[in-house]
């Protein structure tokens, strides 16, 4: 099969004259989102071509060292992002929480790559950063979700913890229930979405795959895989975050430490 | 100092059931507690005392610090100044957990997560300090038809009970652990009249442990308890 047509940078820029549709919607309804549309799809557009560059050269160069590094910048800005997106304090979470996601996240993707895909070279910046940044970006939410549920829920369901200290639970026999609410809360998303895959859309790898000219049952076998990838990095990375993080987040007494949460201003 | 009698028969009901090892004449003591919360003082030189099988009836305006007073006890709140004395021991950092085990805590509009009842007292009787305990079918059966529950309510789901189901869903388990202290935080809040009537004369009348109610509910037995009101002894005194 053969890759779809290039786009035209003259064609692309007619493709923003979608863009009236909203800001005219929005003009006439008072939605008052055309400030920030323009602001998001600017940034979205610088930023894909900044990092189309990076990618040229990165593909140019193709070292395994400069891959490597990239996929850590990638590990380490999507755990700032993660924790920016919570309720919860930066500086007692960045460090474990980037540790949790460079082996979760860090280790199905040599996984992936070196027993599913099984190439001549693992580090390939076709293989490592491009698959990598595909399952950054799809596990970065579930990460937040796990992350804050668990938190969350404790300082909310206070009540309930206090209850489960006094039955008996030791401080991890009490904090279990929540555990396992957070990362199933993680994981639900990921369920309904396998559930409905193909049926009710065309998922995203695929897609791709299928405009660069690849035939559709390769296209499928990619997004069965990178799809338990994902299901995999998202479940330990979140299991790892929160028992890296778990132990020094209450005090001796079993008491959510109050620091745990970024303060409100 | 508030000093609540017992009577002689707690005690050896309470030898009875806990053989010849150490036994306790005071259950709980605060001691002289002073505890602010944010700027706002709300127990300033607090001291109280139960024995065992004392009872105690908490009362108070909200915010007047009642539910922050079993939280004291439970080692879950520090006060500022003053000791908290739980069965002769100074709760610290060496005996809090310890010390838990000998306490049941309940409150209002208690949340329990999801799964199904039997499986919650089954993995309650699993924690390492309930292990040698072992769950009691018949017990569990019988509690629950005292409290107005059907047995089949044991493969129900948690979350699909109501607020009063799951309430005494709660106590029962509490029950079941046959615990020398119950810190009871406005529990029958959820429940209907004739249910609140079995719940309280259920702990005023079976109950031999020692017990700290905290409610503004009329329906406990005034005459049963020593009543502690928090808006004479706590920081309007």
């Given at each position: 099969m053969e890759a779809a047509p290039d786009i035209s940078v003259f064609r692309l820029l007619m493709g923003f004259g979608l863009l009236l549709v909203p800001v005219v919607l929005s003009q006439v309804y008072r939605l008052g989102l055309i400030r920030r549309l323009l602001v998001s799809v600017g940034r979205m557009t610088g930023q894909l071509f900044l990092v189309s560059i990076l990618l040229i050269y990165l593909f140019d160069w193709d070292n395994a060292w400069l891959n490597t590094g990239w996929v850590l910048v990638m590990i380490l800005f999507a755990s700032f992002s993660a924790i920016h997106n919570s309720s919860l304090d930066f500086r007692r979470f960045f460090l474990p929480v980037s540790l949790a996601y460079v082996i979760g996240a860090g280790g199905v993707l040599l996984f992936f790559n070196a027993v599913i895909v099984n190439p001549d070279n693992l580090f390939t910046a076709q293989l490592l950063v491009v698959v990598g940044g595909m399952l950054l970006g799809n596990s970065l939410n579930s990460l937040i979700i796990g992350i804050s549920r668990y938190y969350e829920t404790i300082r909310r369901e206070q009540n309930r913890y206090l209850y489960l200290i006094s039955l008996g639970a030791g401080p991890g026999e009490a904090r279990r229930p929540f555990f396992r609410e957070a990362v199933l809360a993680a994981l639900n998303p990921f369920l309904a979405n396998m559930a409905t895959m193909g049926v009710v859309f065309l998922p995203g790898m695929m897609t791709g795959q299928i405009l660069g000219g690849a035939s559709p049952d390769t296209a499928i076998k990619y997004q069965v895989a990178i799809m338990l990838a994902i299901f995999a990095a998202v479940t330990l990375s979140v299991t790892l975050a929160l028992l890296f993080t778990s132990r020094r987040s209450f005090d001796g007494f079993g008491v959510l430490q109050e620091d745990v949460f970024r303060r409100k201003d | 100092m508030i000093s609540i009698p017992c009577s002689d028969n707690v005690f050896k009901s309470l030898r009875e059931r806990t053989g010849p090892g150490p036994w306790f004449l005071e259950m709980l003591r605060l001691e002289n507690i002073f505890l602010r919360l944010g700027n706002n003082p709300l127990f300033r030189n607090l001291s109280v005392s139960v024995p065992a099988g004392g009872r105690l009836l908490v009362r108070g305006?909200?915010?007047?610090g009642k539910s922050s007073l079993l939280r004291l006890l439970l080692g879950f709140g520090r006060p500022d100044q003053g000791r908290v004395v739980v069965m002769d021991r100074v709760l610290g950092l060496d005996n809090v957990w310890a010390l838990r085990r000998h306490m049941a805590y309940v409150s209002q509009d208690m949340e329990l997560g999801r799964g199904r009842v039997g499986d919650f007292y089954r993995e309650a009787f699993a924690f390492r300090a309930n292990r040698g305990m072992g769950f009691r079918l018949e017990e569990t059966v019988h509690l629950l038809e005292t409290f107005d529950l059907d047995k089949k309510v044991l493969d129900q789901p948690l979350e699909k009970l109501s607020g009063g189901e799951r309430q005494r869903v709660a106590i029962i388990l509490t029950l079941l652990l046959h615990r020398d202290i119950y810190l009871l935080d406005e529990?029958?809040?959820?429940?209907d009249q004739p249910l609140k009537e079995r719940v309280a004369r259920y702990f005023e009348q079976e109950v031999k442990a020692t017990l700290v109610v905290v409610s503004h509910d009329p329906v406990w037995d005034v005459k049963k308890f020593q009543t502690l009101d928090l808006e004479k002894h706590g920081s309007r005194a």
């Open positions: - | 305006r909200s915010g007047s529990v029958t809040s959820a429940l």
